[in-house]
């Protein structure tokens, strides 16, 4: 769980800085901002719920929590787009 939290902060951090730096090029910002992981990652209310699962799951039933991991590994691989390792830029 603590590995897919920190790759989930770090892929958002990394993508709000990518957006920041090519604020100067709009078709970058908007390539970052339509990727449906970015968008499904930084809608609070679905990360809010996805937390208070886990943390319920370790507390009453914490094999629980490997199914719930498994369930938002499989939801990121389906909601990456192709392009989600290249950026069309400048």
């Known amino acids: 769980m603590l590995i897919y939290a920190v790759w989930t902060i770090a892929f958002v951090i990394l993508a709000k800085q990518i957006i920041k730096a090519n604020e100067n090029h709009p ?18 209310p679905a990360v809010t719920v996805q937390v208070a699962l886990q943390i319920l799951s370790l507390l009453f039933f914490p094999a629980g929590n490997l199914i719930l991991i498994t369930l ?3 939801t990121s691989a389906i909601l990456s787009n192709k392009e989600s390792d290249k950026i069309t830029g400048p």
């Open 72 to 74: 938002q590994i499989i």
């Open 27 to 44: 078709a970058v910002v908007n390539s970052i901002k339509h990727l449906t992981l970015y968008r499904y990652l930084t809608y609070w």
